[in-house]
């Protein structure tokens, strides 16, 4: 079992940036698939994106790629969102969550979930 803690959100003015940190608990962290989730007032949870076990092979939702970046450190337990050139629609909760399932954007494959950190997008 893992568990997740987010932080790094905030409230940012539209073409800000953010990184979002994502610490998880245990000593297998590297064993386990991770992705980040987001979710606006009123709408489904969504996929963001996606990293493999050892970070070489990633996945984007199309409203964020090329504005956002996962990354890991494994060696620190740690994901990472690197999000740029933010927009009032990336408002949202955003989660981190951990699968033993191979690279995934379906989220009812993921097992694990941290509490959300809140992104405020300012226009």
């Known amino acids: 079992q893992v568990q997740l803690v987010e932080s790094g959100g905030g409230l940012v003015q539209a073409g800000g940036s953010l990184r979002l940190s994502c610490a998880a608990s245990?000593?297998?962290?590297?064993?386990?698939?991770m992705g980040w989730f987001r979710q606006a007032p009123g709408k489904e949870r969504e996929f963001v994106a996606t990293i493999s076990r050892g970070g070489g092979s990633t996945d984007y939702a199309d409203s964020v790629k090329g504005r956002f970046t996962i990354s890991r450190d494994n060696a620190k337990n740690t994901v990472y969102l690197q999000m740029n050139s933010l927009k009032p629609e990336d408002t949202a909760v955003y989660y981190c969550?951990?699968?033993?399932?191979?690279?995934?954007?379906?989220?009812?494959?993921?097992?694990?979930w941290g509490q959300g950190t809140q992104v405020t997008v300012s226009s």
């Open positions: 969550a951990a699968t033993r399932s191979v690279r995934t954007v379906v989220r009812t494959l993921y097992d694990y």
């Open positions: 245990g000593r297998t962290f590297s064993i386990y698939v």
